[in-house]
């Protein structure tokens, strides 16, 4: 299974872009790359996804690289609320019946 | 239109015993997956119902075992709990739709503490 490598921890300040990567060398054609995002006592949440092309939404923008070997999650401007454990997946279209996800990147932001 | 529901929130057992934990789907979707989440860790995908049948599943033994009712409501049933099994059970509904990649919504989760 194509799998997905994250940075453990990475911080910022309130009100300034976020960048958060993803590396994901072994994806296949059919694999969409989804991030989810979980608050402190929450369960998960989505928050975009995308195959090969870039993706904006209310919440965040994926930027995917040429190769699709690796992806951006970007905050345009976060928030204490921003505050989560981020995971980058890769789900196969053809059979999508789980998500594996890693450990995540912490994001905290300071104020 | 109401959320994932779980119930209970907490529940602590013995080793052992028996649980059964219950998941009510958003509305209009048909398919349920539960994930074991252990401290500190991402979740772990169990297993997936999809119009009441199993549609495939994680590396979890036969002692965790699962319904999915008429209603696309949800059962996830652990025998014989041993200490490991303390985690927070998380269930997700989505609706599947042909080439497409699905969105899971996510309830807040039950979490289970076995002495």
């Known amino acids: 299974d194509a799998k997905t490598t994250q940075p453990n921890s990475m911080e910022s300040n309130e009100e300034e872009p976020v960048h958060l990567p993803c590396n994901h060398s072994t994806i296949s054609g059919t694999d969409y790359i989804h991030w989810y995002r979980q608050l402190p006592s929450q369960g998960p949440e989505y928050v975009i996804h995308?195959?090969?092309s870039n993706v904006n939404n209310r919440m965040a923008s994926l930027a995917i690289a040429e190769d699709r070997k690796s992806s951006t999650l970007i905050l345009h401007r976060a928030t204490l609320r921003d505050a989560a454990v981020y995971y980058c997946?890769?789900?196969?279209?053809?059979?999508?019946?789980?998500?594996?996800f890693g450990a995540g990147t912490r994001l905290t932001v300071k104020p | 239109e109401t959320g994932v529901t779980q119930s209970p929130t907490h529940l602590i057992k013995t080793r052992g015993q028996q649980v059964t934990l219950r998941c009510s789907s958003q509305s209009g979707h048909n398919t349920v997956s539960w994930y074991q989440q252990a401290l500190g860790q991402g979740p772990q995908f169990i297993f997936q119902?999809?119009?009441?049948?199993?549609?495939g599943r994680g590396n979890f033994p036969p002692r965790f075992s699962g319904l999915q009712f008429p209603n696309y409501s949800s059962e996830l049933n652990v025998n014989a709990l041993e200490l490991d099994d303390s985690a927070l059970y998380l269930c997700a509904s989505s609706s599947r739709l042909a080439g497409e990649s699905d969105t899971q919504y996510f309830g807040p989760g039950t979490r289970l503490t076995v002495l």
């Open positions: 995308g195959l090969t």
């Open positions: 997946i890769l789900r196969d279209v053809a059979a999508d019946n789980d998500m594996r």
């Open positions: 119902y999809y119009r009441e049948e199993e549609n």
